[in-house]
Every structure is written in C-alpha cells, then in structure tokens.
C-alpha cells in the first residue's frame, strides 16, 4: 500500500485517479500532496464520525455494566477506559504520517500505520484482528437493531392489551428488514461520501441517549431513593461464580462502549491541513471522548440509580420502562437509524480493504475494475461497480444470517469489547508510537507505556473470559432460527 495506491482508497478501479497519483500536484487548488482529491474534513465532521461510532448500542448495556460492578468501581472504570482510549487515540493518530508529522508519507488505513511502523508480521495480525472485530461489530450492530425494532412492536402491544398479553414475537423478519436496509446503503461507494450519514446518526444516539437518561432521572424521583449499592449486585441474587464472570463480562461491555479504534486512521484520512491532520484528530478525539463519557456517565449511573440489581441488559428494551410508550418508540427508532449509520461507517474500511486488493490481484479484469454509469434521477449519476454490489451484499447477507444464529446482545457486544480493546485500542498504537518516536528501551516513558499495556491484557483477558461464561450460558437455552422475544 505504497503511495502509488488508487485516489480514493474505497475506489481502486478509477483509472482517472491513478493518473493523478501519478502526478502528485502538491498544495493545488484539488487535489493533496499525495495526489488524492482535496480533503475536506474538520473538527467537527471527524466529531460526528467517532461519535457515531463509539455512542453506539454499548450505551444501552452500561446500567446493567455498572449493576455488576456497583457505585464505586463502575463509574471509576468507565473514567479508566475514556482515559486510556483518549491516550491511545492520541499515539495513533500521530501515527496517520510516517517520519515528519506535516510532510510525512501519509498512511490510509490502520493497517497501512502498522506496516510503516512496525511491518513483518505484525500486520497480517492486525490485519485479521481489525477485520475480524469489524465483521463482529455489523453482527452485533444487526442483533441491537431487531431488539430494537420489537421493542417499539412490544411496548404498543403492551399499551393496546393494557400489560395482558406477554406480546411475544420473532427477532428475524426485523433482522431481515436491517439487512434488506443496509445492502441498499453499503453501495454508497466510500468513508468520504458518509458524512452525511454519520452526522444524522450522531444526532440519533444523543436523541436515544438523552431519552434514557431523562426516563431514567424520572425513575429516581418516582422511587424517591437512589437504587443499587457500594459494590454491584448482591450475591443472593447471583451466586458468587456468578457475580465474578459477570464483573469481568462488564468490563468487556464498557470496553465495547469505547471501541473505535480500529476506523480511526480511516477517519483521519478525511481531514484536511492545516493545521495536521494529528492536531486536528486531537481535538477530536477530546470533544468526541469528552461528551461520550459525559453520556455514558448520565445514562449508566441514572440507569442503575433507577433499577438497581434489576438493572437489564439494554436499557431501552429490558422494559424497565413501559410507558411513556411513545417516549420509548422515539427513543428505540433512534437507535435503530442510528445503528444503520454506524453499520456503515465500521464497514466501510472493510469494504475499502477487500476492494483495493481484488483491484491488485486482478487490475485486468472488468468484472473488479470497471464502473458502469448509472443515471439515478434527482441524484446525479453513479459508478456502479459489479463486484463491490455483489461482494457488498454477500457481506450484509452473511453477517444477517449469523445474528439470526446468535441472538444474544449482552454477551456478544462484551465479547466484541473484550477481543478488540487490547490489541486495536492500547497494543499497536503504543508499539507504533515507541517505534515511530525512537523511544529507547527501558527508559521510563517505554516502562509507563508498556505497563499500561500489560495491564489492559489483564483486563482484555478478564472481560473475555466472563463474556464467553455468558455466551455458552445463552447457547444452551437458544435453539437457532426459533428464537422469540
């Protein structure tokens, strides 16, 4: 992935870039220093990019997060992960340009970042790690979305028979129809075209956000007291093994709620200079971090305030609340637009990824290559491209069919928190950043750095091992395209 790559990384096949890779025209009027076609991200759009990511249906399970761990260590490890991800996003964004941080050879992607910096194979690690997460987090995203969706059916099923009928129902007609929606967005041809997308949701999960937050302070005042104690659910309520993998599956929850690691050069790649795209990542990376723990804070700690041990595993649709229904509708519906935005802006690397590399393999063939104009009225034209419809849609299809395999949210989205937190957020950002900064061995800046990331192994480790505890619990009791709600 030199820089002779195409100009758009989500479009390899476009002859005219290439031409203009070819030609680099620093500094011009349209196009970068490296060729591509002038970035026009700032501040805020790169905002609303990490925002739609990290706000995504992890805010829903950190009142059942904080239950397992209770007043004290809930909120102080939901502080120590905001921390360290703020940190780690910091080492790797300045990692976004190899050597000087204003001229340097820019890398387009994470695992371009680690080739620069730490090559052999290393990559290949990363490679399958953040790929394999991605493809985790589409799976996650599409289960939310259905539990979501039933839940706006449940709560007006429950308004209408007045709490008499149990109003069950099947996850997989709302999986389908999330899939359907997201084969249709997944043309969208690249990360550059989204910000739209990503601004809509990010207005969507401060909506859902803000309404289970607002429900859940309505709860405490109507309780008259603050729910919940000093140290998580009581042992009586969960047996002692129980409360132990279930701390451990929390942590893998609250991880998950800060995952956005992985898209963040991709992100970066959207920003134009001046001032360096590092800088402007920076500021970035403490608005969108800053606001997120601001939530998370509101929603998770008035969630358990609200529900103490009850508190459910999504807190929008566990029920613990029934009415307001249409306050709720509102709320469930805005997770569910904002959950099709956030499905795209974690795919689209992906994408970009299975995209570029069919174009190196295979740069004679029409079938990767060639773009066939399409008129679509009241659009424009568009690049239709038969192997990025087809391979799109294969993706969407699949990561479908093994949601309605694995309908569990809880554990699914721990183990996703657990499996990406160490080597995508805190492992390869540190390595890169002693590598690209010469930070000699030994010396306490390379002990700090290495401390830190020993310690959040131990805590991946942990959060693993509790979310797999709870995942083999669920298997037993699911029985595969049966499952209802």
């Not at 997120?292 to 305030?305: E, S, V």
Request: hydrophobic share 45%.
């Amino acid at each position: 992935m030199g820089e002779n790559t195409s100009a758009k990384n989500q479009l390899p096949h476009q002859v005219f870039s290439v031409s203009i890779d070819n030609n680099p025209q620093s500094g011009s009027k349209w196009f970068d220093d490296d060729g591509r076609p002038k970035r026009t991200g700032t501040v805020w759009t790169a905002s609303a990019h990490i925002i739609t990511a990290v706000i995504g249906s992890g805010v829903l399970s950190l009142a059942w997060a904080i239950g397992q761990l209770g007043w004290i260590a809930g909120p102080a490890v939901m502080l120590l992960f905001s921390l360290v991800t703020y940190y780690t996003s910091i080492l790797l964004s300045a990692c976004y340009r190899s050597g000087d941080p204003v001229n340097g050879k820019r890398n387009y992607t994470y695992m371009d970042a680690v080739r620069a910096n730490l090559g052999g194979g290393k990559v290949k690690i990363c490679g399958f790690v953040q790929y394999v997460n991605l493809f985790g987090v589409a799976i996650g995203y599409t289960i939310a979305s259905s539990i979501s969706m039933m839940a706006i059916k449940r709560s007006n099923c429950f308004h209408q028979s007045g709490g008499q009928d149990p109003c069950h129902m099947n996850a997989y007609p709302y999986m389908i129809a999330f899939g359907i929606a997201e084969i249709l967005l997944s043309q969208i041809p690249g990360f550059d075209q989204l910000h739209w997308l990503s601004l809509v949701a990010a207005v969507m999960s401060f909506t859902y956000s803000s309404i289970g937050l607002g429900l859940g302070i309505g709860k405490v005042v109507e309780n008259k007291r603050v729910m919940g104690s000093l140290t998580g659910i009581s042992i009586g309520t969960v047996t002692q093994t129980q409360k132990i993998w279930r701390s451990f599956q929390a942590l893998g929850d609250i991880a998950f709620a800060y995952s956005y690691s992985m898209i963040l050069i991709e992100i970066q790649d959207t920003v134009k200079a001046p001032p360096t795209e590092a800088k402007t990542m920076k500021k970035a990376t403490l608005i969108s971090v800053a606001v997120t723990t601001l939530f998370y804070m509101f929603c998770g700690c008035f969630g358990y305030a609200a529900f103490g041990d009850l508190s459910p595993g999504n807190l929008l649709t566990g029920f613990g609340f029934y009415n307001p229904y249409w306050l709720l509708d509102i709320a469930n519906a805005a997770i569910v637009i904002h959950l099709v935005g956030a499905y795209q802006v974690y795919c689209q690397p992906l994408f970009a990824f299975v995209e570029k590399e069919a174009a190196r393999r295979f740069p004679d063939s029409d079938f990767v290559t060639k773009d066939i104009k399409i008129s679509i009225p009241g659009l424009g034209p568009y690049n239709l491209n038969l192997f990025r419809m087809i391979w799109r849609t294969l993706f969407v299809v699949t990561t479908t069919v093994i949601s309605m395999l694995l309908p569990f949210f809880n554990d699914i989205v721990g183990l996703l928190g657990a499996l990406g937190f160490w080597p995508l957020t805190v492992y390869f950002p540190v390595e890169m950043y002693i590598s690209q900064k010469k930070i000699s061995k030994w010396s306490t800046r390379w002990l700090c750095l290495q401390i830190l990331s020993v310690a959040c192994l131990i805590i991946t480790i942990a959060a693993a091992a509790g979310s797999i505890a709870g995942v083999l619990d669920d298997v037993k009791t699911i029985k595969p395209f049966q499952t209802s709600y």
